[in-house]
């Protein structure tokens, strides 16, 4: 188990010049001993590529990765004793589950009724016991995952394990099993887990902490909660929730921001449906309406911005062609400044 | 383990009307032919299956039978093994990649005559290089007179003729495994031998079968080669079963015979490449099933 | 989040996989220096042998020609039938490669991931067509494509070399396709993905060895059929192979200009081998689906 400390960035190219050169934009991340992260963020964003610098697969161009303040940059994999999941499941065809998991631990040399009682342990815990002398190659995806999770869990001073979009292969309707294996495991072992995913839903659920990337940057590191109520960045409103924040140019006068033109971000379930006249509401033509189940999803069209509401159906909901009129300045009102990064919130009720 | 799905025979229609139609005809025409004592085109005689009796009770076929058996089991021995280590060390990346690729499929490109007409040369102690070089190294080399010499000049003419398919097939093979196999493998302290045994080897098992097959068959229906390097010589020494069958029929200008030769030289390779291939499909589900100690 | 400092260059370059094994016995290195050596050296002779007249070749022997002559490869290039020779066997190779490959893919998805009655039979059945000699169908397809009107035309060769071909290309194509595990297929089907889609976007640049390798044995192995396509074909459409075998004259074989041309015969496939390079080398790049 260990804390890890990145101060890196990554190019590929010799003398990068511009932003797009960079794989990864300078930046300082701490992962701390046990903790459970999650990298997200869309294709190409460069979460593979910082959890492949982490686990030694990729050395950075740039900067250090220190595992307990041991700096570890040029150390292999094997050296750092992290493990990792991919995306799809890598497990030794011709062996069996057993043999499978009990392979990193024959290949250090360790006592062969220490790894059949580890092997025990593991295989307990993944649910695999039945399947201990089963041949690996014959067994689903998901078990073939927890098979490769199990490798990595095998070793028992194991230092992280990083997982790369694990669930991508697996049955919709399991991948909540697995989920929840995961956070009982994080509960049970302690581990510092770094997860990689494009789904919002599954970062959200497993980490602790999650680090949202966009274009080889770290935009915001925070909870769920800080995330979707206080997004420091354009891309994470647009990125978490679902839909997204929704986005209007604005202006802000002189105070504790600097002026200028600005864009207010506020989210679907922050906006409500004020009366004609109410301060800061905004007038609108709803689009259309949709049935969520338990809300409902109000589109309407504010000039030439769509804007989304979240509806409660208490209410009364209004029908395509409406006048509406759309409350969105409150306390989860956010203004970000031209390079998308936030400048001003509204911690109260306006005057 | 697949679904079931009988509408999948669209799928497989083209191949089997291409291959149907080039194959199937002449099966039947060399079918009628075998059965029938052609003494004229006029005179046609069926005669069941006397050719066949007599074609199996020929001893010189025996013989030729034993070499090319002998032959073939030989190729493969060496060319697979020797395959396989090729396209381990083959590189997989960069402007050494497709410079070694293009010079392993050289040999390949060859006709086969012109391979023949090659070493036929090239292993003459007078004018040939390696026959020179074995003749300044000592050995009495001679393809032409020395039975023994003629049978392993055969061999390793096919060996350096076809060993590049072998290798193409399991480079590919190899190129065809992910990277986050040997990532895995570096993670989990595999040695390297632990790669070839446990990853590199099982994910090849689909070329090699391929391979294997090929080769067998392939050395088994081996004419123009050996035919242009030594006639079938000394003797009959290299006298392998598609040239006994062109001897027979050219020589005794008799299409039965040579047409009931040709279905049971057909059926040895089919009976033979049949056990082959199950073989190699039971090796490969019973690994599944014990495990690999 | 502090991104205003940039931090220092690492110490080393980053290291690439291999090189972490450096300082290890270059065993491979050494092998595959020692079989290039093995595989070229023939070829070699045969090069020097085109450079040489036919009486040197017999008379003396040299690493290299005494007196290097570029005749060989005048007779070559300006009897007409030895150049249309070429062209000839290009196009029904081409053909037949395209052909091949065309119907060999979705027979080898089919064989892949479905099972239906006879399959198996069917799989097996396809190679059998490469276990006769092809003496055996000389006679048959002789009367064939007469019969057709197809007699001389690029097109019945390559027809006709379907036999071997098609077969073959099932086989490694379903090889590979198998290897790709179904997974792939059902995530692109739930991603929306329609079948043609899936299958040249996501699911062909995953067996692309597979593909490469495929088509290069097609082009080889009709490139480098004798029997069939001299039979086959007399003026319009005789292959380089045929043209080839007369060099047997009067005087004896002329082991000169036979060289010359096998030296030539290389030529297209090497090209066509390093045009398809990429595709049998390229690893299998994982693209996020």
Redesign the interface.
């Known amino acids: 188990m260990s804390r890890i400390d990145l101060d890196l960035a990554h190019t590929y190219k010799p003398n990068p010049k511009s932003d797009e050169d960079w794989a990864l934009l300078p930046l300082r991340m701490v992962f701390e001993d046990g903790g459970a992260y999650a990298l997200l963020g869309p294709s190409g964003c460069g979460k593979t590529t910082m959890l492949n610098i982490v686990s030694g697969l990729i050395t950075p161009s740039h900067g250090t990765v220190r595992f307990d303040d041991a700096d570890v940059t040029h150390a292999t994999p094997q050296q750092r004793n992290i493990a990792q999941v991919f995306q799809f499941p890598v497990i030794y065809d011709t062996m069996t589950v057993s043999e499978n998991l009990a392979f990193p631990l024959l290949n250090r040399g360790v006592a062969p009724e220490r790894i059949r009682a580890r092997v025990g342990v593991i295989a307990e815990m993944l649910e695999l016991s039945g399947q201990l002398n089963q041949r690996a190659a014959g067994l689903s995806a998901d078990q073939k995952q927890k098979i490769s999770l199990g490798r990595g869990l095998v070793r028992e001073d194991v230092s992280a394990v990083l997982f790369d979009e694990p669930l991508t292969v697996i049955d919709p309707h399991l991948k909540w099993q697995l989920r929840r294996k995961l956070k009982q495991i994080h509960h049970e072992l302690k581990l510092t887990l770094i997860y990689v995913t494009h789904d919002q839903v599954e970062a959200l659920t497993f980490a602790d902490q999650v680090v949202v990337m966009t274009r080889g940057k770290a935009v915001q590191v925070g909870s769920a909660s800080q995330l979707f109520e206080r997004p420091e960045h354009m891309f994470v409103g647009h990125f978490i929730g679902s839909p997204g924040m929704n986005f209007l140019p604005a202006a802000l006068t002189p105070g504790r921001a600097p002026a200028g033109a600005a864009t207010l971000g506020v989210r679907p379930e922050h906006v409500v449906l004020a009366t004609q006249g109410a301060p800061g509401a905004l007038q609108g033509t709803v689009v259309q309406a949709q049935d969520i189940g338990t809300y409902w999803l109000v589109h309407a069209k504010v000039g030439e911005h769509v804007v989304r509401a979240r509806v409660s159906g208490e209410y009364a909901v209004p029908e395509a062609g409406e006048t509406v009129w759309l409350g969105v300045m409150g306390p989860h009102t956010c203004f970000y400044a031209s390079n998308e990064e936030l400048v001003a919130a509204l911690t109260e009720e306006p005057a | 383990m697949?679904?079931?799905?009988?509408k999948?025979?669209l799928?497989?229609l083209?191949?089997?009307l291409?291959?149907a139609?080039?194959?199937i005809?002449?099966?039947m025409?060399?079918v009628n032919y075998s059965v029938q004592d052609i003494i004229s085109p006029e005179r046609r005689v069926f005669v069941g299956t006397e050719w066949f009796v007599s074609v199996m009770r020929d001893s010189d076929l025996h013989a030729a039978l034993a070499r090319q058996l002998t032959f073939s089991l030989a190729v493969l021995v060496v060319e697979i093994p020797l395959g396989i280590?090729?396209a381990?060390?083959?590189p997989?990346?960069g402007w050494k990649?497709?410079a070694?690729?293009?010079?392993?499929?050289?040999?390949?490109?060859?006709?086969?005559?012109?391979v023949g007409?090659?070493?036929q040369?090239?292993g003459r102690g007078?004018?040939?290089?390696?026959g020179?070089a074995l003749q300044k190294l000592g050995f009495d080399y001679s393809y032409t007179g020395n039975a023994t010499h003629a049978w392993v000049t055969v061999l390793v003419m096919d060996v350096?003729h076809w060993t590049?398919?072998v290798a193409?097939?399991c480079?590919?093979?190899l190129?065809?495994?992910?990277?986050?196999?040997?990532?895995?493998a570096?993670?989990?302290?595999?040695?390297k031998l632990?790669v070839f045994r446990?990853?590199q080897l099982?994910?090849l098992r689909?070329?090699l079968?391929?391979a294997v097959?090929?080769r067998f068959?392939?050395s088994f229906?081996i004419?123009?080669e050996p035919f242009v390097l030594t006639g079938g010589g000394p003797g009959n020494a290299t006298t392998f079963l598609?040239q006994y069958?062109?001897q027979k029929?050219v020589g005794q200008f008799d299409l039965g015979p040579a047409a009931a030769f040709?279905l049971i030289?057909?059926l040895i390779?089919?009976l033979l490449?049949?056990i082959l291939?199950n073989w190699m499909q039971r090796v490969g589900t019973a690994?599944?099933?014990e495990?690999?100690e | 989040m502090n991104t205003s400092v940039m931090p220092t260059p690492a110490a080393n370059a980053p290291r690439s996989a291999s090189r972490a094994r450096a300082g290890a016995f270059p065993t491979r290195a050494i092998f595959l220096v020692v079989y290039l050596l093995f595989a070229i050296l023939p070829i070699y002779w045969m090069v020097m042998m085109s450079f040489k007249t036919n009486e040197e070749i017999l008379s003396s022997f040299s690493l290299w020609p005494q007196h290097f002559t570029w005749d060989n490869y005048k007779v070559i290039f300006t009897d007409e039938s030895w150049y249309s020779g070429y062209i000839n066997s290009l196009i029904y190779v081409a053909i037949n490669t395209v052909i091949s490959i065309s119907v060999a893919l979705p027979a080898a998805y089919a064989f892949s991931r479905y099972s239906f009655l006879g399959d198996k039979h069917l799989f097996f059945w396809l190679l059998t067509n490469r276990m006769t000699p092809p003496a055996v169908f000389l006679l048959p397809f002789f009367q064939l494509y007469t019969t057709l009107g197809l007699m001389d035309t690029h097109i019945a060769v390559a027809l006709a070399h379907l036999v071997f071909n098609v077969p073959l290309a099932v086989w490694i194509l379903e090889g590979f396709m198998s290897g790709i595990p179904r997974e792939i297929d059902e995530t692109a089907y739930i991603d929306g993905y329609s079948f043609p889609r899936f299958f040249f976007k996501v699911f062909l640049p995953l067996i692309k060895a597979g593909v490469g390798v495929a088509a290069f044995f097609c082009f080889m192995f009709s490139w480098v059929e004798l029997l069939l396509a001299r039979t086959l074909t007399s003026v319009n459409a005789k292959p380089i192979v045929a043209t080839m075998t007369r060099t047997v004259s009067a005087s004896g074989m002329d082991w000169a200009v036979l060289a010359a041309a096998g030296t030539l015969t290389i030529v297209p496939g090497a090209i066509v081998i390093w045009f398809v390079r990429h595709y049998i080398a390229k690893g299998f790049a994982m693209g996020r689906v």
């Open positions: 697949k679904p079931v799905n009988q999948a025979w799928l497989v083209p191949v089997f291409c291959v139609f080039s194959a005809l002449p099966l025409t060399v280590a090729l381990l060390s083959m997989a990346t990649a497709s070694v690729l293009v010079l392993v499929a050289l040999s390949l490109l060859i006709p086969w005559n012109v007409t090659i070493w040369i090239y007078d004018i040939g290089l390696l020179a350096w590049p398919l193409l097939l480079y590919a093979g190129r065809a495994i992910p990277d986050a196999y040997y990532q895995a570096r993670i989990d302290g595999a040695s632990a446990y990853i099982p994910k689909g070329v079968m391929i097959l090929l068959m392939d229906m004419y123009t598609s069958l062109t029929a040709s030289y057909f390779i089919l490449c049949f291939y690994d599944k099933l495990g690999v």
